[in-house]
C-alpha cells in the first residue's frame, strides 16, 4: 500500500479539483447574463470563461492544495465575492492579479 499513496493522493486532488471547477461554473452560470452575440463572439467569451476557471483552479490549488474540499471553497467564495464586490476588478484575473 505504500507504494501507491502518490498515486491516491494525485487522484483525490485531481478529484477534488475537478469538483472545484463543477461548483466554480455552477456558481458563475447562475450569475451569467443572457446574451446572443454572433458565433465567433460566443466562441471568444467561452474561451475568456474557461481561462478563467484555469486561472482560479490554479490559485485555488496554490492557495489551499493541502486543505480539505471545503477550504478550497472558501478560496473560492473569497475570489467569486470580490469580483461581485464594487471596489475590486469585475473579472477573474483582475482580482487575482490585483497588486492590492
Not at 12 to 24: F, N, T, Y
Not at 25 to 42: F, G, L, M, S, W
Not at 69 to 81: E, H, P, Q, S, T
Request: glycine share 4%; hydrophobic share 40%; net charge negative.
Amino acid at each position: 500500500m505504500k507504494d501507491y499513496r502518490w498515486f491516491w493522493l494525485s487522484m483525490v486532488c485531481m478529484i477534488s479539483g475537478i469538483m472545484i471547477l463543477l461548483w466554480a461554473d455552477k456558481v458563475i452560470n447562475a450569475n451569467a447574463r443572457e446574451e446572443t452575440p454572433d458565433t465567433y463572439q460566443d466562441e471568444l467569451e467561452e474561451e475568456r470563461y474557461y481561462d478563467s476557471l484555469e486561472i482560479l483552479a490554479v490559485c485555488v490549488e496554490a492557495e489551499a492544495g493541502n486543505q480539505s474540499l471545503d477550504g478550497k471553497r472558501m478560496v473560492v467564495d473569497v475570489i467569486l465575492n470580490r469580483v461581485d464586490h464594487p471596489d475590486w476588478p469585475d473579472s477573474i484575473e483582475g482580482v487575482i492579479t490585483d497588486p492590492v
